[in-house]
């Protein structure tokens, strides 16, 4: 595997940065995944408004353009051989200039491109997860839950309960006792006519695929609603399911080991997601190929 990093394309075994990298020391830093499909990104723009965003919050300056970072993208992906895949862009504050947490003289970020496998676009086999409840919170109106930092342990703790239970998620509740969402997913539920969904100030990350569902909601005619829920009302519901950057929409089968309902509404949203996702990436791709100058022949 090949790896971008800070401007230069290196295999994964020397793909490194610094023990001193604020990265690696306190998780100073950001990250997007996003999918690719036939080399082409799923809402580039959106997830580099969120990256940007983030970048921004934390006071991280780098020295790539989005139009750059999509080039050295279209790069990774023609030495890796790899289309269809998903691409992690990571970015730390890089090493300080002094011990502690204070990011003085951290003038050099880190930034770093990798790919990695895809499930198949529009899985032939729709998945359902099977959920537990995290016993981690996660605190209500916490700002830094609008970006991908790197400081994940809630959600790699609540993984791993999920991974010990032999679950495929884990619900993160915050500190008010309402559900905020998966630990790498955002939650719907469907109440009546209705597509519900956690509001963002209860500390959910506005997810791309999030917003891309209250789009198609829309365009389906379905109503949405931004509610908070507990676990056993989430029971009750009339259909529960994930979206997510790697998998799209997934729905879940139980929570807590009580059977959750079904609803074709699910499928539907799942089966217009996917369409989506072909449609937009073809536009991309017949456009990027129209922008190529023509090459003269002798």
């Avoid at 990093?5 to 490194?16: C, K, S």
């Avoid at 408004?49 to 780098?62: A, H, N, P, T």
């Avoid at 300080?96 to 491109?113: E, H, I, Q, T």
């Avoid at 799209?248 to 699910?266: F, Q």
């Amino acid at each position: 595997m090949i790896v971008f990093v800070n401007g230069r394309f290196v295999p994964e075994d020397r793909a490194v940065v610094s023990v001193f990298d604020r990265g690696f020391l306190y998780g100073d830093g950001i990250f997007e995944t996003m999918l690719m499909v036939k080399g082409e990104p799923f809402r580039w723009e959106q997830h580099m408004d969120r990256f940007r965003s983030g970048l921004e919050y934390l006071k991280i300056s780098i020295p790539y353009s989005s139009a750059a970072l999509r080039h050295h993208t279209r790069e990774l992906i023609k030495r890796n051989r790899m289309p269809d895949c998903l691409l992690r862009l990571t970015v730390s504050r890089g090493a300080g200039k002094r011990r502690g947490y204070s990011p003085a003289g951290a003038n050099s970020p880190s930034v770093v491109l990798s790919l990695h496998p895809a499930a198949a676009v529009e899985p032939a086999h729709p998945l359902r997860w099977n959920l537990i409840t995290s016993k981690v919170r996660l605190p209500a109106h916490e700002p830094l839950a609008q970006f991908k930092t790197c400081a994940k342990i809630p959600q790699i703790l609540a993984r791993a309960e999920a991974d010990a239970a032999g679950a495929d998620d884990a619900l993160l509740l915050n500190t008010e006792g309402f559900i905020v969402e998966g630990s790498s997913s955002n939650l719907f539920w469907l109440q009546g006519k209705a597509v519900c969904t956690c509001p963002l100030p209860s500390g959910v990350l506005p997810g791309v695929t999030r917003v891309v569902l209250f789009d198609l909601c829309a365009k389906m005619g379905l109503a949405t609603r931004h509610v908070n829920i507990v676990p056993g009302r989430l029971a009750q519901a009339h259909g529960v399911f994930l979206s997510l950057t790697s998998l799209g929409i997934v729905e879940c089968g139980s929570l807590d080991g009580t059977t959750l309902r079904r609803s074709k509404v699910v499928q539907d949203l799942s089966a217009a997601y996917w369409d989506l996702v072909k449609k937009e990436t073809a536009v991309k791709r017949g456009q990027t190929e129209r922008s190529r100058p023509l090459r003269r022949h002798k």
